[in-house]
T-cell receptor, first 111, second 116 residues
Framework: DQQVKQNSPSLSVQEGRISILNCDYT??????FLWYKKYPAEGPTFLIS?????DKNEDGRFTVFLNKSAKHLSLHIVPSQPGDSAVYFC??????????FGAGTTVTVRA | DVKVTQSSRYLVKRTGEKVFLECVQD?????MFWYRQDPGLGLRLIYF???????EKGDIPEGYSVSREKKERFSLILESASTNQTSMYLC???????????????FGEGSRLTVL
C-alpha cells in the first residue's frame, strides 16, 4: 500500500510556463518531504526538500509547497526549461532511515 | 563530488541463479540503501544499512539479502533469482548519521536486471 502517491504519471508544458507537480500522502507521521529528479540511464538526484514545520521552501526556479491538513505537497518549476524534462519523484520520511517514494511524474517541456 | 558506483549496468540471469549486485560509495557515508524501481510503483526500499555489518529490512526484503563488510561497499544478493525480480535496482548512500530525512540520498546509476 503506497503511502506516497503521485496521481499524474505525466505532464507536458510549454517552455517558459509553470510546471506544477502534485503529491499526496497518507501517513500523518511523515515530517520531511523531498523531491528527486531522474534523467534516463541516471540515478535520481536530490532537488529540494521541506520540513513539516514549514509550508513553503524556495530554491531558484523550484518551490515546494506543503499543505499538512490536506496531506498534499506540490512542486512548482518557474519558468520551465527543456533541461527540466525528466521524471520527478516525491518522497517522504518519518523518524527513521526510510524514504517512501511516489511512482513518479514524467515532465516533458516543449520548445 | 559524491560518487556511488554500481558494478553492473545491465545483467541477464536465469531463474534460480544466484545474483550479486555490488555498490561502492567514495564519500565515507554511514548509510547505504538498496531500492528497486518498477513502473507505476516508484522506488521501493529493499534493505538498508547504517553501519558496517548492520542491516535493516525495508519494505520488500523477501527474496533478497545484503552484506556490508566494509563501510564503502553494500551488496545485494538474490539467492535464487525469479522472474518477478526483473527490475531496475538502485543503490544509494547518505551522510546524515541521524535521519535520512534531514539529508539527501546520493544514488548510483542503477542496475537493470532481467531474469529469464
Amino acid at each position: 500500500d503506497q503511502q506516497v502517491k503521485q496521481n499524474s504519471p505525466s505532464l507536458s508544458v510549454q517552455e517558459g510556463r509553470i510546471s506544477i507537480l502534485n503529491c499526496d500522502y497518507t501517513n500523518s507521521m511523515f515530517d520531511y518531504f523531498l523531491w528527486y529528479k531522474k534523467y534516463p540511464a541516471e540515478g535520481p538526484t536530490f532537488l529540494i526538500s521541506i520540513s513539516s514545520i514549514k509550508d513553503k521552501n524556495e530554491d531558484g526556479r523550484f518551490t515546494v509547497f506543503l499543505n499538512k491538513s490536506a496531506k498534499h505537497l506540490s512542486l512548482h518549476i518557474v519558468p520551465s526549461q527543456p533541461g527540466d524534462s525528466a521524471v520527478y519523484f516525491c518522497a517522504a520520511s518519518e523518524d527513521d532511515y526510510k524514504l517512501s517514494f511516489g511512482a513518479g511524474t514524467t515532465v516533458t517541456v516543449r520548445a | 563530488d559524491v560518487k556511488v558506483t554500481q558494478s553492473s549496468r545491465y545483467l541477464v540471469k536465469r531463474t534460480g541463479e544466484k545474483v550479486f549486485l555490488e555498490c561502492v560509495q567514495d564519500m565515507d557515508h554511514e548509510n547505504m540503501f538498496w531500492y528497486r524501481q518498477d513502473p507505476g510503483l516508484g522506488l521501493r526500499l529493499i534493505y538498508f544499512s547504517y553501519d558496517v555489518k548492520m542491516k535493516e529490512k525495508g519494505d520488500i526484503p523477501e527474496g533478497y539479502s545484503v552484506s556490508r563488510e566494509k563501510k564503502e561497499r553494500f551488496s545485494l544478493i538474490l539467492e535464487s533469482a525469479s522472474t518477478n525480480q526483473t527490475s531496475m535496482y538502485l543503490c544509494a548512500s547518505s551522510l546524515n548519521p541521524d535521519r535520512v530525512g534531514t539529508g539527501e540520498l546520493f544514488f548510483g546509476e542503477g542496475s537493470r536486471l532481467t531474469v529469464l
